[in-house]
Every structure is written in structure tokens, then in C-alpha cells.
């Protein structure tokens, strides 16, 4: 599986530990100078591939929502169907069994709820919001958050207010991407920092070749 993180780690920090016994030695500097690069390069390559699990799961929140879209207006059309069969007498079993797929395949995607208005309209709710009413549907947006490194929000269209989600697979994704990976990044600066920190006191507190010290 290639060298980790942690083995980059260790070899870097045993390449010091050798030079503090051999001080004297250029090519004991020369080990320590190449496991730095190393360990600094394996840090800039999991900080770059958890940017881009990042991007992806932004990308992925957004196909996510024009399915969701795409499902509710399937919804609506057979709402409209279901309603002209039925004034006409008929019981359009199929129609049922089709809405019935499409809303369980919505509810893998968010958490919503099934009613009906005054009017007997078939409506599907996400928390006090209506997704669809009988014939008419409400669209779900995608906004670019300017505070949150542009990262894309739902949105109601027709009231601009935040969809709130509580589970299911969308907001699975956005935690991943605001929590889960924010985080592992956020480590993986401070780490990079702490250890710049570390490694410069280490380099002050040692003796150059010509027995300067305090350098960074």
C-alpha cells in the first residue's frame, strides 16, 4: 500500500535522531535534508487528495439534487395522471405503484414526509417545506456559499431559504464534505505547521557545521 504518512513520520524523525549522534556527518544532514522532502511532499500529497475528495463530494451533492428535482417532477406528472384517471372512474394501479418506487427512491435521498391537502392533492413534504403539491412542484436550488470557500447550499427557489435536512444520503455527503474532510484538512495544516515549528527549534537549538547557531 506505499509508504504512509506515519512511515514518513518515522523515518524522518529516527534520520534526526541519527545526526544528533553524529552531528560531523554531511551525509547524515544530506538523509535528514531527503526524509524532510519527503515527509513534506507525502504531506502536500494527502492535503491535495483531501481537497479533491472535497470537490468531489460538492460535485456530488449537486448530482444528488437535480436527481431529487428530476424524481419530484416525475411526481408531479403522475400526480396529474392519477387525477385525471380517477375523475374518469378508473383505479390506475400502475400509476400508484410508480409513485410509490419514486417516492421511496426520494426518501433514500432526504428525509420527507407524505400527506395530503384539503383537496386530497398527494404532497410530499421536506421538514415544513412542500417538495409537491398535487400537480404543482417546488424546486430546489444550488447556491455557492462565498463564506464557506464557495461550497454549494440548497436553496428553495420560489422563497430563497435554506432546505433543512435532517438525514439521508444528500445530507450523508454534505457532512462528509463540511465535517469529516474540513476537519482532516484543518489537521493536516496545523500539523504541517507544528511540525515546521518543531523542526526549526530543533535547527536552533543544534550547531551548523561552522558552529553558528540559533538558525532557522
Do not use: C
Not at 553524529?22 to 500529497?45: F, M, N, T
Not at 427512491?105 to 417545506?129: A, C, K, P, Y
Not at 496545523?190 to 535547527?203: C, E, G, M, R
Request: glycine share 8%; proline share 1%.
Amino acid at each position: 500500500g506505499g509508504v504512509t504518512l506515519r512511515n514518513h513520520m518515522d523515518q524522518f524523525w529516527s534520520s534526526l535522531e541519527e545526526l544528533s549522534k553524529y552531528p560531523e556527518e554531511s551525509a547524515q544532514r544530506s538523509v535528514v535534508k531527503e526524509k524532510a522532502i519527503g515527509l513534506s511532499s507525502r504531506i502536500e500529497d494527502t492535503f491535495r487528495k483531501l481537497s479533491v475528495l472535497k470537490d468531489q463530494a460538492d460535485k456530488e451533492v449537486e448530482v444528488k439534487t437535480n436527481l431529487l428535482n428530476g424524481l419530484s417532477e416525475q411526481v408531479r406528472v403522475l400526480n396529474e395522471r392519477i387525477t385525471k384517471a380517477e375523475a374518469m372512474g378508473d383505479n390506475p394501479n400502475d400509476l400508484y405503484d410508480r409513485r410509490e418506487k419514486i417516492v421511496e427512491e426520494l426518501s433514500g435521498l432526504v428525509d420527507l414526509s407524505i400527506g395530503r391537502s384539503d383537496r386530497d392533492e398527494f404532497m410530499i413534504f421536506i421538514g415544513q417545506q412542500i417538495l409537491v403539491q398535487g400537480s404543482k412542484k417546488n424546486e430546489i436550488i444550488m447556491k455557492g456559499n462565498a463564506e464557506y470557500e464557495g461550497k454549494q447550499d440548497l436553496y428553495w427557489k420560489h422563497n430563497d431559504e435554506r432546505v433543512i435536512l435532517e438525514n439521508g444520503r444528500i445530507q450523508g455527503v454534505i457532512e462528509v464534505r463540511d465535517f469529516v474532510l474540513s476537519e482532516k484538512i484543518a489537521q493536516m495544516d496545523t500539523f504541517a505547521v507544528n511540525l515546521k515549528d518543531t523542526v526549526n527549534s530543533i535547527h536552533k537549538d543544534g550547531f551548523g557545521l561552522n558552529g553558528k547557531t540559533n538558525l532557522n
